[in-house]
T-cell receptor, first 110, second 113 residues
Framework: QQKVQQSPESLIVPEGAMTSLNCTFS??????FAWYRQHSGKAPKALMS????GEKEEGRFTIHLNKASLHFSLHIRDSQPSDSALYLC??????????FGTGTKLQVVP | AQTIHQWPVAEIKAVGSPLSLGCTIK??????LYWYWQATGGTLQQLFY??????VESVVQLNLSASRPKDDQFILSTEKLLLSHSGFYLC????????????FGPGTRLLVL
């Protein structure tokens, strides 16, 4: 059964810093990799996703995937207090199931 | 634009009582629908998915059931609540099944006492 783990569990960074979040998965047949952001008390919202090895940038956010290492990451450039939230990674293979990680709680302090 | 609505917003229920949570999707025909459960501060656990009216598949067994009576409606229910059912219930839809962006509703917060 697919295992998806995130690190660190929590993170505090100063405003303007680069934030890096990590996600590892166990199924080498995984095909879809995504990051979601969940502000306190709210529903998760998709940030970005990637299908193939490499990088993808959207604004201040970059996702990097290395399938051989069973690892992908999210990098947030110029972190803002509004970025403070729970970040969830998600992985899916060819099936019907998208498995989520346990989350990284990010706090950006002014 | 697609909108997703869940009801009720929150519930406080007694152990052993029945429960029915609802979800409607507007602006998207034949969406793939999902129910998720999230313990406080915990990970998202997919409970059910549905690709069409009348067809619901269970992902995990938590003494819950789901139905899709209409194309735009997804219902989660149980006849007897357990303390472990407390949490945040989220309905979501996606264009493609599984490996696609999931769009979540606002959620229903449930407390079982």
């Amino acid at each position: 059964q697919q295992k998806v783990q995130q690190s660190p569990e929590s993170l505090i960074v100063p405003e303007g810093a680069m934030t890096s979040l990590n996600c590892t998965f166990s199924d080498s047949a995984s095909q879809y990799f995504a990051w979601y952001r969940q502000h306190s008390g709210k529903a998760p919202k998709a940030l970005m996703s990637i299908f193939s090895n490499g990088e993808k940038e959207e604004g201040r956010f970059t996702i990097h995937l290395n399938k051989a290492s069973l690892h992908f990451s999210l990098h947030i450039r110029d972190s803002q207090p509004s970025d403070s939230a729970l970040y969830l990674c998600a992985v899916a293979n060819s099936g019907t199931y998208q498995r989520f990680g346990t989350g990284t709680k990010l706090q950006v302090v002014p | 634009a697609q909108t997703i609505h869940q009801w009720p917003v929150a519930e406080i229920k007694a152990v052993g009582s029945p429960l029915s949570l609802g979800c409607t999707i507007k602006g998207k025909s034949s969406p793939n629908l999902y129910w998720y459960w999230q313990a406080t501060g915990g990970t998202l656990q997919q409970l059910f998915y549905s690709i069409t009216v009348g067809q619901v598949e269970s992902v995990v067994q938590l003494n819950l059931s789901a139905s899709r009576p209409k194309d735009d409606q997804f219902i989660l229910s149980t006849e007897k609540l357990l303390l472990s059912h407390s949490g945040f219930y989220l309905c979501a839809w996606s264009l493609h099944l599984g490996k696609d962006t999931q769009y979540f509703g606002p959620g229903t917060r449930l407390l079982v006492l």
